[in-house]
Nanobody, 124 residues
Framework: QVQLVESGGGLVQAGGSLRLSCAAS????????MGWFRQAPGKEREFVAA????????DYADSVKGRFTISRDNAKNTVYLQMNSLKPEDTAVYYC?????????????????WGQGTQATVSS
């Protein structure tokens, strides 16, 4: 098990940037693939991005490709989501999650560990 705590959310104008962080407890962080998901009011939780254990493989939802970048620092037990060129439709609670392996990493139910979420609001 790994405990996850997100930070870095806030209010930003359209076109602006935010950098989300997800700090993990425990020594097993490097054994987990990590994902970022988001959930807007009245909508289902959706995949945003994922990164493999080593950081060598990444994947993104089409809606964020070219604007968001996922990265990780295993020495700091932290995964990041750099969000640029933000749009109002990016407004949501953002969650990080951890899972073993990369199969199905775009599916929320495949993750065993979740953070509490951080709110990102983009004004028009």
């Amino acid at each position: 098990q790994v405990q996850l705590v997100e930070s870095g959310g806030g209010l930003v104008q359209a076109g602006g940037s935010l950098r989300l962080s997800c700090a993990a407890s425990g020594r097993a962080f490097s054994r987990y693939a990590m994902g970022w998901f988001r959930q807007a009011p009245g909508k289902e939780r959706e995949f945003v991005a994922a990164i493999s254990r080593s950081g060598g493989t990444t994947d993104y939802a089409d809606s964020v490709k070219g604007r968001f970048t996922i990265s990780r620092d295993n020495a700091k037990n932290t995964v990041y989501l750099q969000m640029n060129s933000l749009k109002p439709e990016d407004t949501a609670v953002y969650y990080c999650a951890a899972k073993r392996g990369i199969i199905g990493w775009e599916i929320p139910s495949r993750y065993d560990n979740w953070g509490q979420g951080t709110q990102a609001t983009v004004s028009s």
